[in-house]
């Protein structure tokens, strides 16, 4: 049997959207090889909510674990699971029982299709991201107690339009 992989990262760049329309982010080229330097190095300078990322919970909670409360084995996923859904602008993202029902109970690692990514070089993308509803935290993590980790195809967990 196969193994099928997909790529979940983009490359970063001046161009990388960034939550809330922000700027900032600089790759500034230290050595060169070209130049007689015996390796190629940058410095880089961004926010932490820039491109492909990762929100801890102290992202959103005071007393929330950070990347250091973390051990290696935690990012092993041995039940990823993809839910394709359809979005439309500005979306609060509360998925039916009848989807819910369609996630295995062994899922560590969840993953939301949404195909707003195609939105990636455009305002809308940022300023007008659907986002996701804060009960279905608690839902997701009923149906599927090993639950670790959700990824999605958006900007961020939280619309900007209905950050409440």
Not at 9 to 33: A, M, Q, R, V
Not at 150 to 156: Q, T, V, W
Request: glycine share 6%; proline share 4%; aromatic share 10%.
């Amino acid at each position: 049997m196969m193994n099928k992989h997909i790529y979940l990262s983009y490359f970063l760049d001046k161009k990388t959207p960034l939550y809330g329309g922000s700027t900032g982010i600089e790759i500034i080229k230290l050595n060169d090889i070209l130049k007689g330097d015996t390796a190629n190095t940058k410095k880089l300078s961004l926010h932490n909510h820039s491109g492909t990322h990762i929100d801890f919970p102290n992202h959103f909670i005071i007393d929330g674990n950070v990347s250091d409360d973390y051990n290696a084995d935690f990012w092993i996923f041995n039940n990823p699971f993809l839910i394709e859904l359809d979005v439309i602008e500005n979306e609060i993202i509360l998925l039916s029982e009848e989807k819910i029902k369609s996630i295995p109970a062994s899922t560590d690692f969840l993953i939301f299709k949404t195909g707003f990514f195609k939105h990636r070089k455009d305002e809308k993308f940022w300023k007008n991201n659907p986002g996701i509803h804060p009960d279905l935290a608690k839902k997701l993590k009923t149906k599927c107690p090993s639950l670790k980790v959700l990824g999605m195809d958006l900007i961020s967990l939280t619309s900007y339009q209905n950050r409440e």
